[in-house]
């Protein structure tokens, strides 16, 4: 159940200002029998119930009396201080990251050979779109049918947004697919291709038959590759991520012999 403390005032605050609406006008002394809030607490109270401008008073009387702000504009103003907070916080955590991506440096890319793999459909898509994230050149991906990979439909939305962040910083984009999967590719990720990433001068798409597997070639150093399960070649699997730039050559010299002879695609 949602109370006042949840909009930043303490129990003694919210004690204090939902007396007050059933008292009406009233002196402290008052109010702390009402609210069972101790005598020696009430004027901190009001203080700060004060300062949050959910309070007025009447100083020309005595003692003083205290009323409460109408409960619509008490919860408009405790609202409005709660997003002022929250945009504050925003602020310093972006200054944070400001300061830590200037400080983190990123070590100098090692030739060893290193792997990884996810298990499962969610899994696998974190990783490939971390990866894509990561391009800063080159990405190539091949496709052949849904059969194969992941469900276009519930991972399409993600993956053309990350590819379009790529195409934004002057990622090289280029997609090869088989023609049967323009048969299957849902309508509004067929729109998401066209609408979004088409449009850009670094993004180009080609159609082969000659396709068979479905991977993600990055920055010509590393590649994801998406299996299928090995008892049910209709369901995913996971997704291998292999950085390994001799691999990577290879897989890319063959891509280049397949992406000559394929047919430019219009989404």
């Given at each position: 159940?949602?109370?006042?403390?949840?909009?930043?005032?303490?129990?003694?605050?919210?004690?204090?200002?939902r007396?007050?609406?059933?008292?009406?006008?009233?002196?402290?002394?008052?109010?702390s029998?009402?609210?069972?809030?101790?005598?020696?607490?009430?004027?901190?109270?009001?203080?700060g119930?004060?300062?949050?401008?959910?309070?007025?008073?009447?100083?020309?009387?005595r003692?003083?009396?205290?009323?409460?702000?109408e409960?619509?504009?008490?919860?408009?103003?405790?609202?409005?201080?709660?997003?002022r907070?929250?945009?504050?916080?925003?602020?310093?955590y972006?200054?944070?990251?400001?300061?830590l991506?200037?400080?983190l440096?990123?070590?100098e890319p090692?030739?060893?050979?290193?792997?990884?793999?996810?298990?499962?459909?969610?899994?696998?898509?974190?990783?490939?779109?971390?990866?894509?994230?990561?391009?800063?050149?080159?990405?190539?991906?091949?496709?052949?049918?849904p059969?194969?990979?992941?469900?276009?439909?519930?991972?399409?939305?993600?993956?053309?947004?990350?590819?379009e962040?790529?195409?934004?910083?002057?990622?090289?984009?280029?997609?090869?697919?088989?023609?049967?999967l323009?048969?299957?590719?849902?309508?509004?990720?067929?729109?998401?291709?066209?609408?979004?990433?088409?449009a850009?001068?670094?993004?180009?798409a080609r159609t082969?038959?000659?396709?068979?597997?479905?991977?993600?070639?990055?920055d010509h150093?590393?590649?994801?590759?998406?299996?299928?399960?090995?008892?049910?070649?209709?369901?995913?699997?996971?997704?291998?991520?292999?950085?390994?730039?001799d691999?990577?050559?290879?897989?890319?010299?063959?891509?280049?012999?397949?992406?000559?002879?394929?047919?430019?695609l219009?989404?």
């Amino acid at each position: 159940m949602a109370t006042l403390r949840d909009l930043g005032l303490s129990e003694y605050e919210s004690r204090a200002y939902r007396a007050l609406l059933e008292t009406g006008p009233t002196t402290a002394k008052e109010l702390s029998r009402a609210s069972d809030v101790p005598m020696g607490r009430i004027y901190d109270v009001l203080g700060g119930l004060e300062s949050d401008s959910l309070v007025r008073t009447q100083t020309a009387s005595r003692p003083k009396k205290y009323a409460a702000v109408e409960p619509d504009t008490a919860l408009d103003r405790l609202l409005a201080d709660r997003k002022r907070e929250l945009d504050e916080q925003k602020d310093q955590y972006e200054e944070i990251v400001d300061a830590l991506s200037e400080d983190l440096e990123t070590a100098e890319p090692v030739d060893e050979p290193f792997w990884t793999a996810a298990l499962g459909p969610e899994e696998a898509t974190d990783l490939l779109v971390e990866r894509l994230a990561t391009a800063e050149e080159r990405i190539i991906l091949v496709a052949d049918t849904p059969a194969a990979g992941f469900d276009i439909d519930d991972i399409g939305r993600r993956i053309v947004a990350e590819i379009e962040r790529a195409l934004d910083r002057g990622v090289a984009v280029s997609l090869l697919i088989r023609p049967e999967l323009l048969r299957v590719l849902p309508e509004d990720v067929g729109d998401l291709f066209r609408d979004q990433l088409q449009a850009h001068d670094t993004f180009s798409a080609r159609t082969s038959g000659d396709v068979t597997g479905t991977f993600e070639l990055i920055d010509h150093a590393e590649v994801c590759i998406e299996v299928s399960h090995p008892l049910d070649p209709g369901q995913p699997f996971a997704l291998i991520n292999l950085k390994d730039t001799d691999v990577a050559s290879g897989i890319e010299e063959a891509f280049r012999d397949r992406w000559t002879e394929a047919e430019p695609l219009e989404l």
